[in-house]
C-alpha cells in the first residue's frame, strides 16, 4: 500500500534496491506521468540537470506516480535505463538524514558497519569515482555525514574556523560527486535521484539540496515527492532552478479512475505473489465499490485501506485454489454477506486509521503503543525492555532460557504482512531490529491512546535503553532523540544537558540549522540552571544563529551571556560577549556601538589577565579605526596585537596580524611598509601551509599594485592566487580574486574581458551562496558597462549590488553603491529628473558614510558628488552649482588633510620587528 513515512514502496533501504514492479495497472495520472516522461527525455537530449517536484496531500499517490515512471523508463528499446539512488525524509531526522542514506545506498554503507570497513570502503569507491589527488578533501566532508571522521588536509586545516567556507566547501564536494556520477550516461544510465517526503526533511538538508538542484551541471534528474507544506517553510522552492524546474499538484482521482481501481483491488489474480483479488468466488456488490469511491474521495491509501479493513473485519476471506503448475498458485477471495452489514466503512482518514486499530488484538496493540512512544522508528531491543516494565526479574538471568524478543518478533512479523509496519534492512544502531510505522497517522492515534503515566516510565525506560546503544552520541539525531524522551519522561534538567549536547555536535558538523534548534531547546529547559553550560549554549547559539544571518537574535544571545557573566563576576565570559557584540554593530555599520562594547572587552580581558581576548579585542579595534579612516590608532592597536600574539607564538594569528597591519598601511599610503608586512605575513603562511591565508595575502599584494598603477604585477599577482584558489578548491577566494581580475581588467580599458571575467565570478559567487561576494562581482560589472558605454546596463547591475548590499546590511557597502548609482546615473545625461535622482544618491551615500563615521570613503564621495556637480548643464550658469561644488571640494580636501596629518610620522618599520 501506498505509504508517507519511508516504508514499502519507497523503497528506503541501506542496500540500494528499489521495488519498481506496481501492484497493478495505474488509473488516471496521465498529466503526470507525462510531465515526468518529457523531463527524462529532456535530460536525455540535453544532459542538463532538471528537477520535478511533485506535490499532493498523505495517500494521494505520488511516490507510486514516480514509481510508475521508472518502470516504463526501462521498458523502452534504445531509451537510457535510469539508474537509481533513491532517499526518505523520516520526520524528526537529523541535520543531514536523507541525504546520509542516499550516500549509504550509493556508496554500499549499511548502518552498523565497522567504522574501519566503512571508511576504506568509502575511500575506494570515491577514489574511483573521482579519479584524483584531491580525495582526503572528499572524505572530510563526507565523513561526518556517514558518522565517519577523517584527516584534515592543508586546506581543511586553513579553513577550519570558519564555518562559512567550510558550508560552501562542503555544497561543492557534493555538487563535483553528483556531477562525476552522472557521467557516462549513455553506457551507465541516466542518474536519477529520487528524494521522497522532502517536507520531512531538516532545513540544513533542504539547502544543500536547493543549491545542487541550481547548480549541478550534468545529466542528472531529480525528482521529488512532498506534501504542500513544504511551500510553507521554503516559499523559494518552486523557483528553484528556473526553467529547469517543474511543479505539479497531484490531486485526488477522479471518479471513473477510483471506480477502476477499486476493481482492480478485487480483481482475480493467478500468478504466485500477484495482487490478492476477488476472483471467481464471489461477485463483488456494486454497492460497496461505489459506496468505497465516494467515501475515499479520490485518495488511493484510503481506498486501499478500506480493502485492509473489509480483509480485517471477515468481510473478505481469502483461499487458495490448487492449479495445474505445483508451484503457482490461485487465491480467491469470498465475500462474506452476512458481516457486511455489520462493517461501517470509514468515512474519511481518521476513520480509516480507527477502524484499522480497531483491528488489532490486544497484544498487538499494546506492542504498537510501545513502539509508538519510542517515534516514527523502533527497535525490537526496545520493546523488550518495554514489555519489562514492572516485571520482577529472575534470581537468576539464564541467557539459555533465550527471551521475549522471538515472540515479539512473530507478532511484528504479522504486522508486517498486515501493512502496519516495515522492517527495515538495515538498523541505525548496531545488532539491534530497526522497523519503522507505514503510516504515521496511525502511530500518533496509537501514542494518543497512552495513559499519561505510563507514557512517563516509557520515555524513561527508552531513554535509559538508548544510553547503552553503541554510537547513540556520535550524531545529533540520536542525541536530540534521547533528549526529547528525558523531556517526555519530565527530565527537565538532563533533557536540557541533552539537547544542548545535541547542539554542539551539530554545531561541529556545521548543520547550523539543526544546531539552532537544539541549544534553543535546550536553553529554555535548562532556565537558570547550571551557569556554565548556558554560557558556553549562549555563546555558541549566538554565533550559530549569526551563520544563518539571523543577526537580531544573535545579539540577544551574546546580550544574556554578557548579563550573565557579569552577575557572576567573569571578566574574560564577559569579555567574549562584549567582542561579539562588537563586531556584529561593527559590521553592520554601528560604529559609535562597536567602539563601546570592543573597549569595554579589552578592559575586561585585561582584567582578566586573558592576553589571547586582549590580543583579539585589540585587533578588532584596530579595524574599527582603520574605518574610520584612523590610520595611526589603528597601526598603533594592530601593533599591540601583534606584539601579544608573539608572545603567545601563535604563528597562525600573527600571520592574520601582519596582513591586517598590511592593509592599513595601504590605506594611508605607506605602500613599502604594506609591501613588507604582506610579504611578511606570506612568508608565514606559506611555511605554516595555510593555503587560504597564502590566497588572502597574494590578493592584497595585487591590490597595493593597483594603488600604485601598476596594473601588470597586479594581474601577475591576481593570477598566482587565482591558481592556488582553484588547486584548493576554495571558491570564496576564487571569486573574491576573478573579481579583483576583472577590475584589473577596466582599468586598462578592456572592457570585453572585465564582463566576461565579472560574469564568471558572478556565477560562481551565485552558486556558492555568498552575497557579499555577489554584490561586489555585480558592482564590478556595473562599472564595467560604464566603461563600454552601456549605461542601461550599467544602472541595472548597479542598483541590483545595491539590493545584495542591503541584504547583508552592509552600511559602508551600500553607502559605495549608492555613490556608484549616482555616477552611472549622472553619465546618462538623460535630463533633469536623473540629474535629480544622481543627487539623491549621492547625498545618501554621503549621509550613511557620515552615520558609519567612514572619513576615507567619505572624502572620496565628497569629491565624486563635486565632480558631479561641475559636470550639470546648468554649472557654467549657476552660482549656487559653483558654490556648492567648491564647498563639497574643500571637505573632501579637509579630510584628506587630516588623514594625512594621522599617518605623519608613524614609523611602519617598528611594526615588523
Not at 342 to 349: D, H
Not at 566 to 572: I, P
Not at 657 to 666: A, F, I, K, R
Request: charged share 25%; with cysteine; aromatic share 6%.
Amino acid at each position: 500500500m501506498t505509504s508517507e513515512h519511508g516504508a514499502g514502496d519507497k523503497g528506503l533501504s541501506g542496500t540500494g534496491e528499489t521495488r519498481l514492479t506496481p501492484r497493478g495497472p495505474m488509473f488516471g495520472r496521465q498529466p503526470e506521468l507525462r510531465l515526468l516522461e518529457q523531463t527524462y527525455d529532456a535530460v536525455i537530449a540535453s544532459g542538463q540537470a532538471r528537477v520535478v517536484t511533485l506535490f499532493g496531500a498523505s495517500g494521494v499517490g505520488k511516490s507510486r506516480i514516480v514509481q510508475e515512471i521508472l518502470v516504463r523508463a526501462k521498458e523502452i528499446p534504445g531509451r537510457a535505463v535510469p539508474r537509481v539512488l533513491r532517499s526518505t525524509a523520516r520526520p524528526h531526522g537529523g541535520a543531514f538524514d536523507v541525504l546520509a542514506r542516499l550516500l549509504r545506498v550509493r556508496f554500499d554503507i549499511p548502518f552498523g558497519i565497522h567504522d574501519d570497513v566503512a571508511k576504506e570502503r568509502l575511500r575506494e569507491e570515491v577514489s574511483s569515482l573521482l579519479d584524483d589527488r584531491k580525495v582526503g578533501d572528499v572524505l572530510y566532508f563526507l565523513g561526518p555525514l556517514l558518522d565517519l571522521e577523517f584527516d584534515k588536509s592543508p586546506l581543511i586545516a586553513a579553513v577550519a574556523d570558519d564555518p562559512v567556507q567550510l558550508k560552501a566547501l562542503r555544497r561543492a564536494v557534493l555538487k563535483r560527486l553528483i556531477e562525476a556520477e552522472a557521467a557516462g550516461h549513455a553506457t551507465r544510465g541516466l542518474l536519477t535521484i529520487v528524494l521522497e517526503d522532502l517536507h520531512n526533511a531538516h532545513d540544513d538538508s533542504l539547502e544543500i539540496i536547493e543549491y545542487l538542484a541550481a547548480h549541478v551541471q550534468a545529466p542528472l534528474m531529480m525528482v521529488v515527492t512532498a506534501r504542500p507544506e513544504l511551500l510553507a517553510r521554503r516559499a523559494g522552492w518552486t523557483a528553484i532552478a528556473g526553467e529547469r524546474h517543474s511543479t505539479l499538484e497531484v490531486g485526488p482521482l477522479p471518479d471513473l479512475d477510483a471506480q477502476r481501481m477499486m476493481e482492480q483491488l478485487l480483481a482475480p489474480v493467478t500468478a504466485s505473489g500477484g495482487a490478492a483479488g476477488a476472483g471467481d468466488g464471489d461477485e463483488i456488490p456494486q454497492e460497496l465499490i461505489d459506496a468505497a469511491v465516494d467515501m475515499a474521495g479520490g485518495n488511493p491509501a484510503l481506498l486501499e485501506k478500506m480493502v485492509r479493513i473489509l480483509h480485517d473485519s471477515g468481510v473478505l476471506t481469502a483461499e487458495d485454489m490448487p492449479t495445474d503448475d505445483p508451484d503457482i498458485h490461485e487465491e480467491r477471495w469470498h465475500v462474506n454477506l452476512d458481516r457486511l452489514s455489520a462493517v461501517s466503512l470509514p468515512l474519511n482518514v481518521q476513520e480509516a486509521v480507527s477502524a484499522r486499530l480497531s483491528a488489532l488484538s490486544p497484544t498487538e496493540r499494546g506492542m504498537l503503543e510501545r513502539a509508538a512512544a519510542m517515534g516514527a522508528v523502533f527497535w525490537l531491543g526496545g520493546l523488550v525492555v518495554l514489555g519489562r516494565l514492572g516485571a520482577r526479574a529472575p534470581e537468576v538471568w539464564d541467557p539459555e532460557l533465550g527471551d521475549e524478543s522471538g515472540a515479539i518478533k512473530a507478532v511484528l512479523d504479522d504486522l508486517v504482512a498486515r501493512d502496519y509496519v516495515l522492517r527495515m534492512p538495515d538498523s541505525t544502531f548496531p545488532g539491534e531490529d530497526e522497523y519503522v510505522f507505514k503510516h504515521n497517522l496511525e502511530r500518533e492515534a496509537l501514542e494518543k491512546l497512552i495513559p499519561a503515566a505510563s507514557s512517563r516510565h516509557y520515555h524513561q525506560t527508552i531513554a535509559d535503553w538508548l544510553e547503552f546503544r553503541i554510537g547513540v552520541r556520535s550524531h545529533e539525531e540520536h542525541v536530540a532523540q534521547l533528549a526529547w524522551h528525558r523531556e517526555k519522561a519530565g527530565a527537565t534538567s538532563r533533557a536540557a544537558l541533552t539537547w544542548i549536547e545535541a547542539g554542539d555536535i551539530a554545531r561541529a558538523r556545521y548543520a547550523n540549522s539543526k544546531a539552532a534548534e537544539c541549544y534553543e531547546r535546550g536553553l529554555e529547559l535548562l532556565g537558570d540552571d547550571d551557569a556554565r553550560t548556558r554560557l558556553s549554549a549562549l555563546h555558541h547559539y549566538g554565533d550559530v544563529l549569526c551563520l544563518l544571518g539571523q543577526y537580531d537574535a544573535g545579539l540577544a544571545q551574546f546580550n544574556a551571556m554578557q548579563a550573565l557573566a557579569y552577575a557572576l563576576d567573569l571578566k574574560a565570559k564577559a569579555g567574549a560577549a562584549h567582542n561579539r557584540i562588537g563586531r556584529l554593530y561593527r559590521e553592520s555599520g554601528r560604529l559609535e556601538e562597536a567602539t563601546r562594547h570592543l573597549h569595554v572587552g579589552l578592559q575586561l580581558f585585561h582584567l582578566a589577565g586573558d592576553e589571547r581576548g586582549v590580543a583579539s579585542s585589540l585587533d578588532d579595534i584596530g579595524k574599527l579605526a582603520w574605518m574610520r579612516g584612523d590610520y595611526a590608532a589603528a597601526l598603533d592597536d594592530m601593533r599591540k596585537a601583534l606584539t601579544s600574539r608573539k608572545r603567545l607564538g601563535d604563528r597562525r594569528s600573527i600571520a592574520l596580524s601582519l596582513n591586517n597591519l598590511g592593509l592599513v598601511l595601504q590605506d594611508s599610503g605607506h605602500f613599502k611598509e604594506a609591501l613588507e608586512a604582506f610579504e611578511q605575513s606570506l612568508r608565514i603562511r606559506r611555511e605554516i601551509g595555510d593555503l587560504v591565508g597564502v590566497v588572502t595575502t597574494l590578493n592584497n599584494l595585487g591590490t597595493v599594485a593597483q594603488d600604485q598603477r601598476d596594473e601588470p604585477r597586479a594581474m601577475a599577482l591576481f593570477q598566482e592566487a587565482l591558481g592556488i584558489a582553484r588547486e584548493i578548491g576554495d571558491r570564496h577566494k576564487i571569486v573574491l580574486v576573478l573579481t579583483n581580475i576583472g577590475e584589473t581588467f577596466y582599468r586598462t580599458g578592456d572592457a570585453q574581458r572585465a564582463m566576461d571575467t565579472l560574469k564568471e565570478s558572478e556565477i560562481l559567487a551565485d552558486e556558492i551562496g555568498d552575497r557579499l561576494l555577489l554584490a561586489e562581482a555585480v558592482r564590478g560589472l556595473g562599472k564595467a558597462s560604464l566603461l563600454r558605454g552601456d549605461l542601461l546596463k550599467a544602472r541595472e547591475y548597479t542598483t541590483r549590488a545595491l539590493t545584495l548590499f542591503e541584504q547583508v546590511r552592509s552600511k559602508v557597502q551600500i553607502a559605495v553603491a549608492l555613490r556608484t548609482l549616482g555616477e552611472v546615473t549622472a553619465a546618462g545625461g538623460w535630463g533633469q529628473d536623473h540629474v535629480v535622482k544622481a543627487r539623491q544618491y549621492f547625498l545618501r551615500a554621503i549621509a550613511m558614510f557620515e552615520e558609519c563615521g567612514n572619513e576615507v570613503e567619505l572624502a572620496r564621495t565628497f569629491r565624486a558628488y563635486a565632480d558631479f556637480l561641475r559636470k550639470v548643464v546648468e554649472y557654467q550658469v549657476d552660482a549656487a552649482l559653483q558654490a556648492e561644488a567648491a564647498a563639497f571640494d574643500k571637505r573632501a580636501d579637509d579630510v584628506f588633510a587630516k588623514l594625512r596629518i594621522s599617518a605623519i610620522g608613524i614609523d611602519p618599520g617598528a611594526f615588523f620587528s
